[in-house]
């Protein structure tokens, strides 16, 4: 409900994940207008990716990475990927 954070599903493995992630993006119909921000903790590289595959099927959205703020490391743990979406 965009209120706050939740776990959008479980995968095996962190390419199965970030396909799952770009399903459910491409369901809510993200593209052009929309931007989405790309968070990591100490995982450029899981980023990068993330954003490639993304890029990849919704090239008409705009894409940033961003380092993850500290609270959120502490939740996620290092190597941690969150991925959110706004309207523009």
């Known amino acids: 409900n965009g209120e706050r954070l939740t776990v959008a599903g479980i995968r095996r493995g962190y390419p199965h994940a970030v396909r799952y992630i770009c399903e459910q993006l491409q369901k809510a119909g993200i593209g052009?207008?929309?931007q989405v921000q790309i968070s990591h903790?100490?995982?450029p590289d899981k980023a990068e990716m993330t954003r490639d595959v993304l890029c990849k099927a919704m090239p008409?959205?705009?894409y940033k990475i961003f380092p993850l703020s500290p609270a959120f490391i502490t939740q996620?743990?290092?190597g941690c990927v969150a991925v959110q979406y706004v309207k523009m």
């Open 41 to 43: 903790a100490g995982a």
């Open 60 to 62: 008409d959205a705009e």
């Open 76 to 78: 996620g743990g290092p």
């Open 32 to 34: 052009a207008g929309w």
